[in-house]
């Protein structure tokens, strides 16, 4: 009899603490509602800290969800007038030295952007974190002087690039100030840090990544957004290939 | 004494043939397993140096750990002045930059949008300099299967494998898709002068053949190589030379700590090529050393059926006053003649093997399609000067040493006991 009391307390008490954590669900859909948009206009820099030295790169994106975008380069001389186009799993990349389209897709959206620490993937979709991955949220922990929940994300289909991420969800701005993006095979591929948040058009968003890719020897990259405009009017000709030309 | 010895095997073939077979099977298979792997090796350690390795190369040290992946962003800065200075310091050496890289080729449709894509693997060496002896040290000319040799900038040649993927043809324009030094996107149209296939799968598959000059353009490589090849006059490989040579290279930028400082590297010390020749030498030590031993006791054992045949004969020897010394070393002057027969045969027959196996080769491409080490297609025999003797060794000394260990019996007969013997 003792030992049916000391269990039900136990029980108890293990109950009583998940239930001060939020659903995980609950999480992915403020960071949803927070993050993401119908579309948005970016003009960014990113600052890609290589071996050799740093760089910087200028563009200018309009992004749709994550099967719509498209990305011209400003700055530097040698990628400047360059453009992505990228719609659903397949990207066309025009160079206006060499004045050709070239069409990548599959693993290649895997590959750096220009030699930082971005996938294409990365740079050029706004996913869903809810339609992607299921979550649980496993404590608190303050991160950059900010409360945040540490939420365990497992994706639901083998589409996305990262099986499992772990996140650091400021709990009262809604935004992953930390993430670590691990493979299936448990490896960790990439660690992002948002910094600089910010309230932009309502929404609370950072006006600074830090992505390192765990498995280069680089420094990591910085990017910068310059400006944000979520939900405007994006033409429609800009999401075909007549608009990289 | 050897005309005597000689008349005898002649007559008594029981003595000598089936040594004389035994030996010239063993010593067959001694010279042709010694030109085949001379042959193999000396092709791969060509191959390696011609197409890769040079006899030592100079990259930076982030490179060399990182070779496999030809990181262009790791190159070396400030070649020119490098190489001036390379072929200052070591005028015996000829001295080439080159680049290597990896990239995407893109052959366009009639709008100039994407009709075919194929992986390739970029070799940028100096092409178009009147001085320039890469042409001949790739063997450029002799691969050249269609078109012509590039004339001008811009021009490249291209392994006819994927040119046939791509669906391309001398004349047509390709597009390569890269990264620069600096970790950005390098897009670059080059016209195909060419088409080429050298016998070596891991080139054959996707190579990309370029000028130096358009390789540093296209990937901003201004004075920056990835790599400088030395090569020896001779053209062979000299591992003491190499050593020496790097070993005082490296001495001379030891203190220099910067991860971009110059390395130089011995042949060996690249593309895991020390631990497949440590395998393969000690492949071909531990098998004529087995071959040795096993003729040896094959040879042994002839002989202790020869003794227990030649058993009447030994005794009525004994008996008439022939001293145990003098049959044991009549014996052994026996063997001596039919070693050194049996080695003439098995070194001509060997030589005539390894002789078409050095001019007929033997083709191994459908086993090499997926390989990614620098080893011809076909694999050849080559006939040095110690084929001519390295069947000598074993051939004698297991004759010899078969012999000798019989006939250790001689000395075991009794002579009180011969006559009873030969009665019986």
Known sequence: MQHKIFFLLGLFGITSAFAQYPFGEEILNRIDMNMSSKNRKVVSKMVIHGRRGSRTIESQSWVEGTDKSFTEYLAPAREKGTKMLKLEDRLWIYSPSTDRTIQISGHMLRQSVMGSDLSYEDMLEDPKMTNDYEAVVIGEEEVDDRLCWIVELTAKHAEVAYHFRKMWVDQKRDIPIMQELIAKSGTLLKRMELKDVTLMGGRWYPKRFIFKDMLKSGKGTEFLVESIEFDVAIPGHLFTKAALR | ?424
Request: net charge negative; charged share 20%; aromatic share 10%.
């Open chain 2, 1 to 424: 004494m050897i005309r005597f010895l000689f008349k005898g095997l002649l007559r008594d073939r029981h003595r000598s043939l089936f040594p004389v077979i035994t030996i010239s099977i063993g010593v067959l298979f001694t010279v042709l397993l010694q030109c085949w792997i001379t042959g193999i090796l000396g092709d791969m350690i060509n191959t390696n140096a011609r197409f890769s390795t040079g006899h030592v190369k100079i990259t930076t040290r982030a490179y060399a750990e990182n070779a496999d992946q030809l990181p262009t962003d790791l190159a070396m800065i400030g070649a020119e002045e490098m190489l001036a200075n390379l072929k200052q310091d070591y005028p015996d050496m000829d001295w080439v930059p080159r680049i290597q890289f990896g990239g995407l080729l893109d052959a366009p449709d009639e709008n100039g949008e994407t009709r075919t894509q194929g992986t390739a693997f970029g070799m940028a060496v100096d092409l178009l300099s009147e001085e320039t002896q890469e042409i001949n040290r790739l063997n450029l000319a002799e691969a050249l299967i269609q078109g012509s040799m590039p004339n001008e900038s811009g021009e490249i040649l291209l392994s006819d494998d994927l040119a046939q993927k791509l669906e391309v043809a001398p004349g047509q324009t390709v597009t390569l898709l890269s990264s620069t030094m600096y970790g950005s996107m390098a897009m670059y149209n080059f016209r195909v002068a060419g088409t080429v296939k050298f016998g070596v799968s891991a080139l054959d598959r996707g190579a990309m053949i370029l000028d130096i000059s358009d390789a540093q353009l296209a990937l901003d490589m201004m004075d920056a190589a990835s790599e400088i090849l030395g090569f020896n006059q001779i053209g062979l490989y000299n591992n003491e030379e190499a050593t020496v040579l790097a070993t005082s290279y490296n001495e001379a930028v030891v203190d220099d700590k910067d991860e971009f400082a110059p390395a130089m590297l011995r042949l060996r010390d690249q593309n895991d090529l020390a631990s497949m020749l440590d395998y393969i030498q000690s492949f071909v030590t531990m098998f004529i050393s087995i071959f040795i031993l096993a003729m040896g006791i094959v040879l042994w054992n002839s002989g202790l059926i020869g003794g227990i045949r030649r058993y009447g004969e030994i005794g009525i020897r004994l008996a008439i006053g022939e001293y145990k010394g003098h049959i044991y070393r009549s014996m052994i002057g026996e063997s001596v003649l039919i070693g050194l027969f049996g080695s003439c045969i098995g070194t001509a027959l060997g030589l005539g093997v390894a002789w078409l196996l050095q001019t007929y080769g033997f083709s191994v491409g459908d086993y090499m399609k997926n390989a990614t080490i620098m080893m011809p297609n076909t694999f050849r025999a080559q006939i040095t000067s110690t084929a001519y003797y390295i069947g000598f060794i074993p051939g004698l000394f297991a004759t010899i040493l078969g012999t000798s260990l019989s006939g250790v019996g001689i000395y075991r007969r009794q002579t009180a006991q011969l006559f009873k013997e030969l009665e019986a």
